[in-house]
């Protein structure tokens, strides 16, 4: 939750805590950022008890935060600054590192080997070095400047007609599919494009994911593949395939785009759909809802479950939910739009 707007109704006092509160998520929301570029842990929650307050001042400090974040929180009352951040944000080699993981498959591990034992300073350095990536980095180094580059709506549409084509080619009349992801959120322009194939009538889907990328292929509208560790054999009773890769529109000036295509068993789409909309963190607190419930919450359903110490146990089959809707009420929970599932 953003911190409420302050009304004017509770005087100056409101103001000062409100605009304080705002500068004070924002210093530990880049200090959480730093932490992770560092691989060192987050004060449990410390962003998330800031936001669930309007005013942060003492209450928010006896509420059993732990000694450090007090003390960054003392800190930021004083000056105006916690020191630990203005020290992080000043450490060289942190910001080459987030500048590394910004490349999709380089973690904080590699980033710091790469850094540590290689010398590098930059992404563009490590576009020159490409002995130094295994196959999905080195795609994404490649087209790192394209990546970061947000696709617009209107070219969500083109790149998703074009696979809505290739699909109606090879299998006429046999699939639904929708566009999920930032873009079913509404967003003004994507990361990548999230495309979500369902068969009209069930069936397990077998190698029509491959057929579908060769044919993509071969139009030469995708240009590279990503490999997925987790599609390889026994994935998941086999009620999904997943294919991650790089597409691009004709025309000179278009761009290399991410472009994710799942195909699943139709059974019970509202599952998958609600899942690949997201976003991320939408998805997290409405897990962690389901499972204070009692209930998994997955993109093939709402299961409920038994947990024994960390084992999980299912102890029932999934509730039936034929839209997304239904799984909001499963779990009582009153709806939320797509454009409404930023956090
Ligand atoms: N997702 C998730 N947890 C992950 C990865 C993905 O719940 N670790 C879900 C929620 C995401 C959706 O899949 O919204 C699509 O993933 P993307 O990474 O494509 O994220 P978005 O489409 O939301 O944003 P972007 O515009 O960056 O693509
Ligand atoms: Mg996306
Ligand atoms: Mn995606």
Redesign the pocket.
Known sequence: KKPKQDDGSAGAGAAVGGRLNAALIDQFERLEKWYEAERTEVPPNATHSVRRRDRPELKWLQDGRSKKTRDKFVDFIRSGQISRLTNLENDPKLSVVQKLTAVDWIGNVTAHHLYNVHGIRSVEELARRPELLNLNQRICVKYHNEFSQ??PRAEGDQIVATVRDAVERLYPNTYDLTC????R?G?P??????IILFPKDDSLPGDELTRIKNELHSSGFLTDDLTDRHTHKGARKHTSRSYMGVCRLPGPDSLHR?I?IKLYERREPAFAIL??????H???SMRLYAHKLGHSLSDHGLVPVSRVGREKHEVGPSKVCLTEKDIFDKLGLDYRAPKDREV
């Not at 899942?275 to 991320?280: E, L, P, Q, V």
């Open positions: 947000k696709i999920a992801g930032s873009y959120r967003k322009a994507c990361g990548d494009v999230d991410r994710d899942y690949f909309t997201g976003s991320k939408f998805n997290m």
